[in-house]
């Protein structure tokens, strides 16, 4: 019987490794790294000088992904091959993989796909954000080939929600509803026939919440809470049922500081709606664990001590990244209470030529549109600090360092700008 559920890839890295190291690595970016992550070019008023973040780009996680899917391509290639959504957040790698003839299976607005023209002999690559239970049973039942590249990161929180549900709590998940891993990690609790989940984007939405379950005078009414959570919850979730027990878990891109923030505070709020009675446990209504990945806090923690180190903030910071990569909004967040941040999708919104940038404003929504700013690097010496998502390819962060140096008139030696 054919195998079809691989979780550990096919044994191909050697195979693949010299083609995604040249589609992927940049000796520019090695060059700073190796120099003590700052390097500078020019002379004078025109001097620049680079400052990288000491963690950046491609995680464990997305690295594993991202191979998985050349693997997946060589070991198949006859086959039909589709990608749940995107590999990553990030367009180059995506196009990349469809250059690759893997066919992109998009959901509807209802977050939705549709499997009906697939057949047991395609194979469906999962992401690495997962898939939610009720799309992978439905996969399953196809019969078709699964590859699965799910972060382990991600599986971690997962396991924890399913605790949750298993011991009678609601998970409280901390993230972005609409994102893939969100929806994935909210669909664990519906393993279990009682389990039920509410996501919470912020402190705001967190306080909404901790509110009404303390019964305040500002709180919302139940109607207004239902229509404010309509999306954000399980189906059969009742405010005034199912909130004396919470799990705290967190899509693992958020900010570090902003989910313990959350997971404090509700803590407080049902130790003061609960505590006053015999025996009170809050362990018996409270649980929480840090489940933001490694890779994003070492990112997160990498930034923070370049924008607010010894030596203090660049005068710039650009971060690279596609624009609905969470980790990287997150990124260009933190950066933006130190200074200016430009959040550039890639090199191509740098035009040295007209002395302009294309960018998402650092905080605004994932679908927010891009703006042009004209003489965006100030004049005299100048400190650029420089980061990306961990979804960013090192080649995209040494064309975009290209493209910023020719603003200034300066150029890199090409056998260092080379990618090899």
């Known amino acids: ?3 079809t559920y691989f979780r550990r890839g096919f044994g191909l890295r050697k195979q693949i490794e010299p083609l995604i190291r040249s589609e992927y690595h940049s000796a520019l970016v090695e060059r700073i790294r190796a120099n003590g992550y700052q390097d500078s070019w020019g002379e004078g008023d025109q001097r620049v000088t680079v400052r990288l973040a000491e963690e950046f780009g491609f995680c464990y996680g997305v690295d594993r992904a991202v191979e998985y899917a050349y693997e997946t391509r060589t070991q198949f290639p006859d086959r039909r091959i589709f990608l749940l959504g995107e590999i990553i957040h990030n367009p180059h790698v995506n196009r990349r993989l469809t250059d690759m003839g893997i066919v992109f299976l998009q959901p509807d607005a209802r977050g939705w796909f549709d499997f009906t023209g697939l057949d047991p002999a395609d194979v469906v690559i999962l992401p690495a954000f997962g898939a939610t239970v009720e799309d992978f049973r439905r996969l399953q039942t196809v019969g078709c080939i699964l590859v699965d590249t799910t972060c382990g990161s991600v599986l971690n929180v997962w396991k924890r ?5 298993r011991d009678g709590y609601t998970a409280l998940i901390h993230g972005k509803h609409h ?22 984007r912020d402190m705001d939405d967190t306080r909404r919440v901790m509110d009404y379950l303390e019964r305040r005078p500002e709180a919302m009414t139940r109607e207004a809470f239902m229509a404010h959570f309509a999306e954000k919850m399980s189906a059969a ?6 909130l004396d027990r919470i799990g705290v878990a967190n899509q693992t891109t958020m900010l570090s500081g902003d ?5 404090a505070e509700v803590g407080r709020s049902l130790e003061r709606r609960f505590g006053g009675e015999p025996g009170f446990d809050l362990a018996h209504h409270f649980r929480s664990f840090d489940t933001i990945c490694s890779a994003t806090q070492e990112r997160q923690d990498a930034v923070e001590k370049l924008v607010a180190g010894p030596e203090g903030a660049p005068d710039v910071m650009v971060v690279i990244g596609g624009y609905n990569s969470s980790n990287t909004n997150h990124l260009a967040v933190l950066c933006a209470r130190f200074g200016v941040t430009y959040h550039v999708a890639d090199a191509s919104c740098i035009d040295p030529e007209r002395g302009t940038i294309r960018f998402k404003p650092a905080g605004t929504p994932l679908d927010a549109p891009e703006v042009e700013a004209e003489d965006w690097l100030p004049p005299g010496p100048l400190v650029v600090g420089l980061t990306a998502g961990a979804s960013t390819p090192n080649v995209k962060i040494g064309e975009t360092l290209e493209r ?17």
Request: charged content about 25%; proline content about 3%; glycine content about 6%.
């Open 179 to 200: 994102h893939e891993e969100t929806r994935a990690t909210a669909s664990q609790a519906l393993k279990y026939p009682d389990g039920r989940f509410l996501i919470v």
């Open 404 to 420: 910023l140096l020719r603003v200034r008139g300066l150029e890199v030696l090409a056998e260092t700008a080379a990618t090899a």
């Open 1 to 3: 019987m054919e195998q």
């Open 259 to 263: 989910s313990l923030g959350i997971a």
């Open 161 to 165: 929600v399913e605790q949750y549900a």
């Open 237 to 242: 979730f009742d405010p005034d049922l199912h």
